[in-house]
Structure formats: structure tokens, C-alpha cells
């Protein structure tokens, strides 16, 4: 497996929304698994809440909050996304500017999100879905 360690592009200002969408994404997982773990909350409710459900387009919250669920069932999902949030969205930010950037992540997020929506519909395969 390839990991990205960085790009070759040079910065011209210090990214902010990069660093901000990973520690919301550090902080939503573990969020998730403190009140789970802590009994204050049911995982699979958590993760029914937030994720994606191509049964249920209705709820369309979870365009966006999808994007900030990870598997609590391991780190990796988290790690190796926020690996290559870090490494490229940085020059992405950079390119884009934040404002930008922000929109990109968010934009893509939903498209994902509407892809998973009109695949899963018409193979007839019903799916959650969760990650950046």
C-alpha cells in the first residue's frame, strides 16, 4: 500500500480548513466511541444517524454528516483517510483557498454520497455509508 508522505507543490499560506476538517473528524470518532463505550448511547444508533442510507435519501443531513463518520470498529479507516486529507488537501486548500477548499470537500462528500445513492438503487443492494 502506498502512503502519500507529501507533495511537491510549495505552499503560499499556512492551510486552516485542512487542519480544522481533520480534528473534526478526530473529534466526531471519538465522540462516537466515548458515548458508546461509556453507554450514554447505542453505536449502531450513532453511526444510523449520521451515515448515509440509500434506503432513506429523505434524510438529507446525512449527505454531509457522513462525511465525518469512520468505522469505530478500527482506527485505520480514520488514520489513512485523514493521512491523505493532511498530505493533499493542504495543496488543494492552497490552490483553492479555504473557502473554496471547504466547498470542494463538502461538494464532494454529497456527490459521493448521491453516487453510493444511485448505484446501490439500481443493483437493488441497500447500503450505509460513512467516511470522508
Not at 464532494?108 to 446501490?120: D, E, H, K, M
Request: charged content about 15%; some cysteine.
Amino acid at each position: 500500500m502506498l502512503i502519500p508522505l507529501g507533495t511537491d507543490r510549495t505552499a503560499r499560506r499556512k492551510p486552516l480548513i485542512t487542519p480544522m476538517l481533520v480534528a473534526i473528524n478526530a473529534a466526531v470518532y471519538a465522540l462516537v466511541l466515548l458515548l458508546a463505550r461509556s453507554g450514554a448511547a447505542d453505536l449502531n444508533e450513532l453511526i444510523d444517524l449520521g451515515a448515509f442510507d440509500s434506503t432513506r435519501p429523505e434524510r438529507v443531513w446525512t449527505l454531509i454528516t457522513c462525511t465525518f463518520l469512520h468505522d469505530p470498529g478500527g482506527i485505520s479507516h480514520l488514520l489513512f483517510n485523514m493521512i491523505f486529507l493532511w498530505t493533499f488537501g493542504c495543496a488543494v486548500e492552497d490552490r483553492l483557498g479555504r473557502v473554496g477548499f471547504l466547498g470542494f470537500y463538502l461538494v464532494g462528500g454529497i456527490v459521493a454520497a448521491l453516487a453510493q445513492w444511485l448505484l446501490s438503487t439500481l443493483k437493488g443492494d441497500p447500503s450505509l455509508m460513512i467516511g470522508a
